[in-house]
């Protein structure tokens, strides 16, 4: 079940994070809003930051079935909208309509998408590598 290749390891490592964070809202959302720089959320933002963490959740199971099966067209489909949430989280920053803290969330998107965007160039023979699995 581990991955085979350059970029499903990318995918992984993803995944297990987004699981990861998405857990710990759930569980414990007070790490989470100490982390962004918000303050104790009730009610409506309460249930926000609940549904927000189970997206995480289940968005980081897809990327582990993903990496597990090797399935390289999601794994190329991630990239570019990756980027557009780099793009977005970025502007909101810019335009003060987020913390400066969501700017970490958004270089955490790009840098993934780069080191994605690169295990899959690397995986079908760039760089003078090896061709890892078929296209």
Partial sequence: MLPRTA??????IFGAMAALFGAVGLIAPGVVLDSMGFDALEGQ???????SSMASLNMGV????AAATEWRP??????PFRLLTLAV???LVIFDVAPASF????LWEGAGA???GLGLA???GAFGARQAISR
């Fill in 7 to 12: 970029a499903g390891w990318t995918i992984a």
């Fill in 45 to 51: 933002g309460r249930v926000f930051l609940a549904a």
């Fill in 62 to 65: 897809y990327y582990l079935v």
């Fill in 74 to 79: 999601f794994f190329r489909f991630t990239v």
């Fill in 89 to 91: 989280f970025s502007s």
């Fill in 103 to 106: 700017l970490g969330v958004a």
């Fill in 114 to 116: 780069v080191a994605t």
């Fill in 122 to 124: 690397y995986d079908r």
